[in-house]
């Protein structure tokens, strides 16, 4: 049993790991996702309407050779007050990396790193979870000294249909090609 309980004690005294995100705002709050799942931030570059996609869906644009689709979170979100309010100004595009596909996210500032301790990050409220039953994309609320940072799981902001329905098909590298 000594053994046991010094294991105990060992593992509780191992200093907390830090995470490191990208921290952005969509409508005046913090927002951030993890630093691994961020391939980069750019200038958005243009962007070409696709028809029937959802509002949220920007268009389509070509990032560094790769077709990535453009979704705009504040819409996404519902944080707009008007859904016909144009995105202005210069935005930037943080181009976020899943196994299969690679998604932009419009922003309107330059992203920030911010490393924290993984403690400092609680469990999303049942009832936020609960509000929106197909919409799991809050990891966690993070608190840095008077901050309130939203944490996203970028893996679960589309659903697998909206993936399907992104996903470049074997012509859109075709097309590239041809510019």
Known sequence: MPDSQAAADKK???????????????????????????????LTPEIARMPKTPR???GIANLRGDIIAIIDLEERFRLRTSSNEPVTGVTYTMALEAKDYTIGIIVREVPQPLSLPAASIEKAPEFIQDLNINDKYI?????????????????????PEEIMQLKPKATSSAATERR
Request: no cysteine; proline share 4%; aromatic share 6%.
């Open 56 to 58: 949220f869906v920007k």
């Open 139 to 159: 990891e966690g609320i993070a608190r840095v000294e008077n901050r309130i940072i939203i944490v996203l799981d970028m893996l679960k902001l589309l659903t």
């Open 12 to 42: 509780a005294s191992k200093p907390d790991v830090p995470v490191q995100l990208i921290v952005f705002r969509l409508a005046g709050e913090e927002y951030g996702i993890r630093i691994e799942q961020v391939k980069e931030v750019t």
